[in-house]
């Protein structure tokens, strides 16, 4: 089923085509909106019943995910593929802007030449862990801990830690909790011109 559109704002075809193979990919659910002012604020409605596109189980939004934001062409482009029992989120937002996060179990591979200073990659900590923090794990050896905001997400370095080679020979874990300990899991690591990203 291909992602739901809106009437506001003409799209390429070769973007909604790149939408509908990552929903293909991820298979269970996905949504397509657009922050038009017209639009009513927030992310878009995540809706339930039948084979709607926003059914999304509370499971998934729970737990932190993955996301990246910026041109619309060049997060196109970042991505090479998605796996993984998944939801994604796109959210098409002012100046050509599109916002896409990955809910549930994902596995991606991303082009790291893609991987620049006009993205903004993130972790979406969700309503479960908002208020909680994140450990940030190089190869074993703790480097720092971030906070989870409850009304926000937290911004990833993952253009600093790519251009300086760290994950060509290291892995990345972060390591999230909640305020009530639940836990969650996300490892990242390059190998020669691609980034993996995978919920563990």
Known sequence: MKPKQTNRRTRSGAWLAWIALAVLALGPAARYGSADPGDPPGP???SGGGDAIGSLPLTALSMPAFGVQGP???VQALVKSA???A???ATE???NELRVVFYGD????LDRTHVTRTLRFFLEPGP???GGYAGLVLDGRRQGIMPLPSIADAGLPLYRLVRSGLLDSSTLDIHSFSPEKERHHLRMWASGGELNVRSL
């Open 93 to 95: 937002l002012d100046g």
């Open 128 to 130: 479960v862990f908002g």
């Open 83 to 85: 796996r993984g029992s």
């Open 87 to 89: 939801h994604v989120v």
């Open 44 to 46: 878009p409605t995540l």
């Open 72 to 74: 619309a062409s060049e």
């Open 106 to 109: 994902v596995s991606l591979v």
